[in-house]
């Protein structure tokens, strides 16, 4: 059973970078084919899928948010994270974690979520 | 605005049966993409209750069902109980976007 946990600053001042970190345990991210992605949700809004790391250390994001997020995968393999910059307040969200083992697949596994608000 | 459509609510009361509607394009549930659903509960994380074509997660009560027509897709529960009560989303993949895609939620009120 893989299980996922986010972890960061719930707060972020207005053009600074947001930075969330995303612990796997039950499994490694470079075992398997699977993707490990980050989704945020607005207040009282839908899901909105930012970009996910693939096992081999490839990366793809949404083209709304490519300029400003990156995400990586750490040695330890244990753990990835989020980065986005030049943040502003359309960008407080709860963001989540969440694994897919491929394109058509469903998010089977999610981690609990951080809410993170951009204020000064 | 979602690339997947739903309705933002739907309501039933106990014992009966409703359904929530997804719909899609030609880029993702019309070029034969799975498409997901979960349920949300306020404060918790969302939880996939149907996936692929025919599947429910261990532990999902089987009143919960979906049907796939062209570009729609669409999730039937039956027998409805107050627990159900919650937000439902649809996912897919969208291969014009070359991202997954979510609806934009449908809140579920058992009367």
């Known amino acids: 059973q893989v299980q996922l946990q986010e972890s960061g600053p719930g707060l972020v001042q207005p053009s600074q970078t947001l930075s969330l970190t995303c612990t796997v345990s039950?499994?490694?991210?470079?075992?398997?084919?699977?993707?490990w992605s980050w989704i945020r949700q607005h207040p009282e809004k839908g899901l909105e899928w930012i970009g996910y790391?693939?096992?081999?250390?490839?990366?793809y994001y949404s083209p709304s948010l490519k300029s400003r997020v990156t995400i990586s995968v750490d040695t330890s393999k244990t753990q990835f994270s989020l980065k986005l910059s030049s943040v502003t307040a359309a960008d407080t969200a709860v963001y989540y974690c969440?694994?897919?083992?491929?394109?058509?697949?469903?998010?089977?596994?999610w981690g609990r979520g951080a809410l993170v608000t951009v204020s000064s | 605005q979602s690339v997947l459509t739903q309705p933002p609510s739907v309501s039933g009361a106990p014992g009966q049966r409703v359904t929530i509607s997804c719909t899609g394009s030609s880029s993702n549930i019309g070029a034969g993409y799975d498409v997901h659903w979960y349920q949300q509960v306020p404060g918790t994380a969302p939880k996939v209750v149907f996936f692929?074509?025919?599947n429910r997660p261990s532990g999902v009560s089987d009143r919960f069902s979906a049907s796939k027509s062209g570009t729609s897709d669409s999730l039937a529960i039956t027998g409805l109980q107050a627990e159900d009560e919650a937000d439902y989303y649809c996912?897919?993949?969208?291969?014009?976007?070359?991202?997954?895609?979510f609806g934009g939620g449908t809140k579920l009120t058992v009367l």
């Open positions: 692929v074509k025919d």
């Open positions: 996912q897919s993949y969208d291969n014009s976007l070359s991202t997954w895609v």
């Open positions: 969440a694994h897919t083992r491929g394109l058509g697949s469903h998010f089977d596994y």
């Open positions: 039950g499994d490694s991210i470079s075992s398997g084919g699977y993707y």
């Open positions: 790391i693939y096992y081999s250390g490839s990366t």
